[in-house]
T-cell receptor
Framework: AQSVAQPEDQVNVAEGNPLTVKCTYS??????LFWYVQYPNRGLQFLLK??????LVKGSYGFEAEFNKSQTSFHLKKPSALVSDSALYFC????????????FGAGTRLFVKA | DARVTQTPRDKVTEMGQEVTMRCQPI?????VFWYRQTMMQGLELLAY????????DSGMPKDRFSAEMPDATLATLKIQPSEPRDSAVYFC?????????????FGPGTRLTVT
């Protein structure tokens, strides 16, 4: 069965500094990996996804993520953090064994300090 | 700008009452999901449908929860009878695609409080 782990409950970073939000996964087949962001009192919003191809995926709002098959990781990154990036970030995985179920991580709260 | 809509946005009810939450997926999306979010459990998948057919509802308490898609534009989640432990934010999400690489679009959620 697929699973996803976000080892950090919270990440703190100063505005202008690079940020990384970590995600590791476990699947039986090839993974489909996603990052979503949730702002207060809102639904989740899609940021980016990895399906196949280039290991570095670029997404919305300047975010990118790096797929590492050997480490089974899919870390979210941004070169320069903004205060407005402060939110709850979810990593999700779907495996290509015929099902459509998506498993979400517990979420990582990102605080960007001015 | 196509969006998933959910009604009601907030619901306060007493224990034992029936609660019905509604979702209108994005037109043309063929997969619909129901999630529940709480501080303790995070985001839990309750059920999902593809082309209106239920594929998996193993995340739902079967004795009190039910999910249906009467037509392609409406998904419902019912709780009967409701209990205080059902208090949570319930999200509907929809997606489109024949493969597995599609992203999900989430509605704004229904905040349920059972007293």
């Amino acid at each position: 069965a697929q699973s996803v782990a976000q080892p950090e409950d919270q990440v703190n970073v100063a505005e202008g500094n690079p940020l990384t939000v970590k995600c590791t996964y476990s699947v039986s087949g090839n993974p489909y990996l996603f990052w979503y962001v949730q702002y207060p009192n809102r639904g989740l919003q899609f940021l980016l996804k990895y399906i196949t191809g280039d290991n570095l995926v670029k997404g919305s709002y300047g975010f990118e993520a790096e797929f590492n098959k050997s480490q089974t990781s899919f870390h979210l990154k941004k070169p320069s953090a903004l205060v407005s990036d402060s939110a709850l970030y979810f990593c999700a995985v779907r495996e290509n064994t015929g099902g459509f179920k998506t498993i979400f991580g517990a979420g990582t709260r990102l605080f960007v300090k001015a | 700008d196509a969006r998933v809509t959910q009604t009601p946005r907030d619901k306060v009810t007493e224990m034992g009452q029936e609660v019905t939450m509604r979702c209108q997926p994005i037109l043309g999306h063929n997969t619909v999901f129901w999630y529940r979010q709480t501080m303790m459990q995070g985001l839990e998948l309750l059920a999902y449908f593809r082309n209106r057919a239920p594929l998996d509802d193993s995340g739902m308490p079967k004795d009190r929860f039910s999910a249906e898609m009467p037509d392609a534009t409406l998904a419902t989640l019912k709780i009967q009878p409701s209990e205080p432990r059902d208090s949570a934010v319930y999200f509907c999400a929809s997606g489109s695609g024949t493969g597995l690489g599609y992203e999900q679009y989430f509605g704004p959620g229904t905040r349920l409080t059972v007293t």
